[in-house]
């Protein structure tokens, strides 16, 4: 049974660099069909897509995040990365990875999530 | 981007009665793309239905999902205790894919 897990710092501080790492397990990142996306939600708030991965290294990105994200493919290819450049307390949330179904770019639902990692911004 | 918008923001039901939420897109929603997860408190959120309605792998029949073009619904035939959660759709026709705030089923 596939199943992903979040991991690393809980705490950090503005104007610096969040950075995350999803461990999959019963599984690979290699499967044709199936892309490796981070999501967050802000605490007592709704979900946001940050961006997602193709085993090859393509990267898709949230407009609205684009510009400070970058994931991705780890060495051994059983885990991924989030990279979340100049955060502000607008950044605090859980941070889930999840496997996302899709084709030719397009992305579709995710199935199954990882159990989120809560990452406050605070100096 | 598509904003969705759900409806109502709570709904308080017994355990036994149908739940019917809804979901709506700011723009059409290409070929039903769209899913619906459920979140207990605490808990990751969980795939549901996807393509409008296609229910995932181990998901009971009492959850469906119809609709299509800017509005859709899930719908619980009768609620289990297990159910009340808070539920989210999720289109992803149009880049960037969106999730609406979100509906939460309470206990009356």
């Known amino acids: 049974q596939l199943q992903l897990q979040e991991s690393g710092p809980g705490l950090v501080k503005p104007s610096e660099t969040l950075s995350l790492t999803c461990t999959v397990s019963?599984?690979?990142?290699?499967?044709?069909?199936?892309?490796w996306a981070w999501i967050r939600q802000p605490p007592g708030k709704g979900l946001e897509w940050i961006g997602s991965l193709y085993y090859s290294g393509s990267t898709y990105y949230n407009p609205s995040l684009k510009s400070r994200v970058t994931i991705s493919v780890g060495t051994s290819k059983n885990h991924f990365s989030l990279k979340l450049s100049s955060v502000t307390a607008a950044d605090t949330a859980v941070y889930y990875c999840a496997r996302q179904r899709g084709d030719y770019g397009n992305l579709h639902w995710f199935d199954p999530w990882g159990q989120g990692t809560l990452v406050t911004v605070s100096s | 981007e598509i904003v969705l918008t759900q409806s109502p923001g709570t709904l308080s039901l017994s355990p036994g009665e149908r739940a019917t939420l809804s979901c709506r897109a700011s723009q059409s929603v290409s070929s039903s793309y769209l899913a619906w997860y459920q979140q207990k408190p605490g808990q990751t959120p969980r795939l549901l239905i996807y393509g409008a309605s296609s229910r995932a792998t181990g998901i009971p029949d009492r959850f469906s999902g119809s609709g299509s073009g800017t509005d859709f619904t899930l719908t619980i035939s009768r609620l289990e205790p297990e159910d009340f959660a808070v539920y989210y759709c999720?289109?992803?026709?149009?880049?960037?894919?969106?999730f609406g705030q979100g509906t939460k089923v309470e206990i009356k």
């Open positions: 019963g599984g690979s990142i290699g499967i044709v069909s199936y892309y």
């Open positions: 999720q289109q992803y026709g149009s880049s960037p894919g969106t």
